[in-house]
């Protein structure tokens, strides 16, 4: 069982920037692949990026590339989302999930792969 708790959110301009972080605890945190999605009003959650077990391997979906950034502390047992040049459609409430594997260097783009979840944090840029 894996703990994970967000952070960070907030209301925010268009063009600021707001730094998500996700803290986990309960196991070894660098099993786990790690990934950010994001899922606004009526709207289905989508994938916002994600990180390999070392931090080595990082995707991020076409929507954010260039503005976001996830990087992870595994002596910290934290993943961080670096959100920059913020648009008013970013807002969305922010899921950390996590996701065991024994492959280092994978990054897992699907929700259904994925085993734990937290509780989400909120992100509002206003025009």
């Known amino acids: 069982q894996v703990q994970l708790v967000e952070s960070g959110g907030g209301l925010v301009q268009a063009g600021g920037s707001l730094r998500l972080s996700c803290a986990a605890s309960?196991?070894?945190?660098?099993?786990?692949?790690m990934g950010w999605f994001r899922q606004a009003p009526g709207k289905e959650r989508e994938f916002v990026a994600g990180i390999s077990r070392s931090g080595g391997i990082t995707i991020s979906a076409d929507s954010v590339k260039g503005r976001f950034t996830i990087s992870r502390d595994n002596a910290k047992n934290t993943v961080f989302l670096q959100m920059n040049s913020l648009k008013p459609e970013d807002t969305a409430v922010y899921y950390c999930?996590?996701?065991?594997?024994?492959?280092?260097?994978?990054?897992?783009?699907?929700?259904?792969?994925?085993?734990?979840w937290g509780q989400g944090t909120q992100a509002t840029v206003s025009s």
């Open positions: 999930a996590a996701k065991i594997t024994y492959w280092s260097g994978n990054v897992y783009q699907n929700s259904n792969e994925y085993d734990y």
């Open positions: 309960g196991r070894t945190f660098s099993n786990y692949a």
